[in-house]
């Protein structure tokens, strides 16, 4: 997600480890197809953060208690972003090195970027989520940072070693499940930090730490995303890639459907999928796979479709339509990410204000820490709307923005944001 985008690579001739790699038109649309996925999940996100802040209901849309098919299948559609940062994370961090940057200096770059994406999460968007500083939590910023420093270690192995680490990773961590953090004493707070879900005190009382992205298994993601990268520059990559995507979500179904492992633990609110009253809750619930932290069939089913979404995109003209405009948000996608958490905060509090809601919690704490306010609340059309608003607001920064690092790539710091 937050590498800084290929697509611009120009079409000259590189050398990694005395390899001659030509770039060309062809190899240009490779790339281009990997912004313009992740622009597509950049705005989805903004769909499942825009609920966050206009809902007013006070349970999850994977609860089956209580949703419906359209408010879960809004939540469902938005599980496939997480998975494809961490996943183009990775291939960009690969795929960097077609612009003649050695191994070396592709893993300073995922370290320090690491460490920034870490700081950001802990300072601008803790208080863009929360309009306060006495909570911190893990969300995407902080596991792509960890796993990114991760990444800095792991590049300079052999690459079938980094691909067979990261799928290890993401194929067994469900093994880790059983494991209590309480018995680590003290140090449980560590433990959910690297495969938990829940809140841990810093200072008890006064200050709280929630884990909501474990460092595994999107370490492994990302691992596995960058051994992705070489097979993005073979001849005949969109079959390839097509075709694992199919086998991944194929895997996804098998394990699903006969309540295998990956997803078998009760836990709420997701876990084995049972037959319901209706087709559309019955369909929810089998869907309804735990992401927090993500289980193996999580990632399956959403890795599975990302990758043939890749290879189909790379047969889209991104030059004109929506294509060209979904592709500006994927060049940007620190800045988009930062200032989308502002714009939807604030257009929350003010359309609350202005339909004279009680908006006290968005103040407060907002979604990550407080249920809504009495009264507060919109439909989900009408969050859909503002969904609608809220990209249209992005549009025209992220296109400045891309533009400028354009005319500015000899910048280094533009790398960074």
């Not at 290929?6 to 001739?13: D, G, I, K």
């Not at 592709?106 to 999460?121: D, I, P």
């Not at 940072?145 to 991760?150: D, K, L, P, Q």
Request: charged content about 10%; hydrophobic content about 55%; overall charge positive.
């Amino acid at each position: 997600m937050y590498i800084d985008s290929v697509a611009e690579a120009p079409p000259v001739v590189v050398v990694r480890q005395n390899l001659q790699l030509p770039v060309g038109t062809v190899w240009r649309s490779r790339l281009a197809c990997v912004d313009l996925l992740r622009g597509v999940v950049m705005v989805l996100m903004a769909l499942d953060h825009t609920r966050d802040f206009f809902t007013g209901l006070r349970f999850a849309p994977e609860d089956l208690a209580h949703t419906s098919g359209p408010l879960f299948f809004t939540r469902f559609v938005t599980h496939f972003c997480a998975p494809a940062f961490f996943l183009l994370a990775g291939a960009g961090g690969y795929l960097s090195l077609s612009r003649g940057k050695s191994v070396a200096e592709v893993s300073r770059f995922f370290w320090t970027r690491g460490f920034w994406l870490v700081l950001l999460e802990l300072t601008v968007m803790t208080y863009g989520w929360t309009y306060g500083f006495s909570f911190w939590f893990s969300d995407v910023l902080w596991s792509l940072g960890w796993s990114m420093i991760a990444m800095a270690l792991l590049v300079r192995l052999p690459l079938p070693l980094i691909a067979a680490l990261g799928t290890t990773m993401v194929v067994t961590h469900n093994l880790l499940d059983g494991i209590n953090p309480a018995g680590f004493g003290r140090f449980a707070g560590l433990w959910l930090i690297l495969h938990g879900h829940g809140v841990f005190w810093i200072e008890p009382g006064r200050s709280a730490f929630f884990v909501l992205f474990p460092l595994i298994p999107w370490v492994g993601v990302m691992a596995a995303g960058y051994a992705l990268g070489p097979l993005l520059r073979r001849r005949h990559w969109r079959k390839l890639v097509f075709g694992i995507g199919a086998v991944v979500t194929m895997a996804f179904l098998f394990l699903r459907v006969f309540h295998l492992y990956g997803n078998s633990q009760p836990i709420f609110p997701a876990g084995p999928w049972r037959t319901q009253a209706t087709l559309t809750l019955t369909m929810v619930s089998f869907f309804d796979t735990l992401k927090y932290p993500p289980s193996l069939q999580f990632l399956l089913m959403t890795l599975g479709p990302c990758l043939m979404v890749l290879a189909w995109f790379d047969k889209i003209n991104t030059e004109r339509g929506l294509a060209k405009i979904l592709l500006i948000f994927g060049r940007v996608p620190l800045f988009y990410y930062v200032l989308h958490i502002y714009i939807i905060h604030g257009l929350a509090l003010w359309v609350g204000l202005i339909c004279r809601q009680n908006v006290a919690w968005l103040l407060y704490g907002g979604p990550l820490l407080r249920l809504p306010s009495d009264g507060y609340g919109h439909s989900l059309v009408f969050i859909y709307a503002m969904w609608f608003a809220v990209v249209l607001l992005l549009y025209w920064p992220c296109k400045w923005f891309a533009q400028f690092k354009q005319q500015h790539s000899d910048r280094r710091w533009l790398s960074y944001l």
